[in-house]
């Protein structure tokens, strides 16, 4: 994956982009491991890309600044995110910019072989998708996560978070199955922890990628 | 500050951006955080947890198809799965979890390792265990009455003799439990309390029914002394097959680390003399390399687990157990794709097999 162009769109220019790199520098660094753990090839930049993007997206670019700067100003509102949306968007930005990655990967080896029959047309990244499709894209990958880890959760655990989704308060959940308000924080809790378990697996570099090549820069 | 508070809303913005620096130093906060995230993402759209519960009908009637068939492999194969000594050993294996293993607990993977399980009872032997009195299988004995040609000595079947089994200038010709006749042959010079020999490999297989025996008759303990003692009995070549029982008890009684180094011994000793066949190689390996992943050491697991597949002439079943092993083996090292296909090359293996025994059983 090439750095990225930060000058291109959005609303940071090059400069500020380059203080943000100094301003979130440890963010950067937790971003860039766990691109390294899904499997990227050029965690660094995979993870100045996933901030790039969480700093051009006015919704998430406030959280980012309030729980993530180095330095919060002292009159700084509180943002309208709370944590856990933005910690679940850093991730699934991460993992689209590290998908777009491997795309590039595979499309560069092609190219390569499309470039020597001659066909320079196809010679090009695709485009990368809209905000809007970004947007759409993290939350079919939370919804994946969804999908996937909540039939191997055990049946109290599934019941309380189904309940919780439907905006039910622990008092409520609590009443309704007849257990204490404490239990149901329990099972909350341990349901949700069973899920981090689900996205760490999710992170497992992917086999047949790690097979591949490096990309070999300037094929493009 | 802690996530339960968060979770619970607990935590004032301040609060939280100190939780969020602290995700940064911990791998665990900031999937819980993300996990967190994506059960809110939910109230976005519970559609979520009602498309768990939507099953296309095409799913699940191939569901339902798999499921029985699932059953009847189980039932079919349930001889061969190792019973688990602890729960640690068991949070080991199945902790990668992802890909169906040729059998799953829980959606875990399980090693497959016939040895490894409690011998059943076809090997126990009549008379052994702890049905009446009984006593442990004697090496020596002596002639206690002769008469008409013929000796008595106080050897029999709990000693592993047989009709036809010479011991020295004796022939036997009847059995009992404890007491054995048989004819002197050619008239030999031997007088009362002569003493008399069981040949080692006789001897060596009365100790390996009576340890069977008492194992499945729950003297676990027992059974591993009784193999534990008789290992001095003969060569490392001779007593390789017992030292593989007292590996077994030894992983059955929870000491997993005592199996492991037993079955070290005895795979070092496969070319003593009687040199081990291709089955009890790569059974032992099997067995050795499902103890290492349980362990969580797939490193060491490696080399057992190859070599025993690279037998050839060995039971299609127990090639079904390694390459399923094999599998579980991938998957701790994160190589999915090739836990995927050890895994199908498992499942067509055990099948190939139960459609064999089925034309002929």
Known sequence: ?220 | MNIDQFATRDLSPTEARLLAQQALEDTDLFDTLVAQGAVEASLQSPAIFRSTRRVPWAIALCAAAAAVLLAFFLWRSSSRQIPQPSEQARAIVSKPAILPSLETVNDRPVLLASELRPAHSPNAGAFRGGSGPTRQPQSTGRIVALEAGEASVNLGSLDGLTKGIELGPIVITTVFRDHARGKIVNGSPIRINDPVRVPLSIHLTAVLHEVDALAATGGLSQARELARNALSAGSAGETRMLLERLAALDYQAGATDAAREHYEAAANNFYAPPAASPSEQAATLNSLGALYLLRGDPASAEKPLNQAASETAIDPDLRAQIVNNLGVLSEMKGDLATARDDYSRAHAQANLTRLRNLKHP
């Open chain 1, 1 to 220: 994956m090439n750095n990225p162009d930060f000058s291109a769109g959005g609303r940071y220019t090059l400069s500020e982009t380059r203080d943000a790199i100094t301003d979130y520098r440890r963010l950067l660094n937790a971003l860039g491991s766990r691109a390294r753990r899904m499997g990227s090839r050029d965690p660094e930049s995979a993870a100045q890309e996933a901030l790039k993007r969480s700093l051009e997206n006015t919704l998430s670019q406030p959280a980012v600044e309030y729980y993530f700067s180095e330095e919060l100003p002292p009159d700084a509102a509180p943002p309208a995110w709370p944590l856990d949306q933005l910690m679940a968007w850093l991730h699934g930005v991460l993992h689209f910019v590290v998908l777009e990655e491997h795309n590039r990967v595979s499309n560069r080896r092609e190219l390569a072989g499309w470039a020597r029959g001659g066909d320079s047309r196809q010679r090009l990244d695709p485009p990368d998708p809209a905000p809007d499709q970004l947007d759409a894209l993290i939350q079919r990958e939370l919804q994946q996560i969804m999908l996937e880890c909540l039939p191997a959760l055990d049946a109290d655990y599934r019941r309380v978070l189904k309940m919780r989704a439907s905006g039910l308060k622990y008092g409520d959940i609590a009443e309704r199955l007849g257990v204490s308000e404490n239990t149901v924080a329990t099972w909350v809790s341990r349901g949700i922890r069973t899920l981090a378990q689900c996205v760490r697996r999710r992170m497992q570099p992917r086999s047949n990628l790690a097979a591949m090549p490096e990309p070999q820069r300037g094929d493009t």
